[in-house]
């Protein structure tokens, strides 16, 4: 069985999501294709890319831990 990645992922935390989404969506010209409280997805097609913002809880230092995950968008599981 073949799998066939779409895209690959990039997940990172953010202290303010609405800041980012508006910096973000200056930056690659493109607004996200999710928007939800605290989330956000770009799909980029240059570079060919699956991106998402999580804000982080209240409270906790956005400097620690600014990679959320990486991974692989695939058309089937």
Partial sequence: METTI??????IN???????????????????IKLRTGYAKFELQNPKLNFAL?????????????????GFQVKST
């Fill in 54 to 70: 999580n804000e982080k809880p209240e409270g906790e230092s956005a400097s620690s831990q600014i990679l959320n995950h990486f």
């Fill in 14 to 32: 953010v202290a303010n999501i609405d800041r980012s989404v508006a910096f973000y969506t200056a930056f690659f010209n493109t607004e996200p």
């Fill in 6 to 11: 779409l895209y690959p992922h990039v997940s």
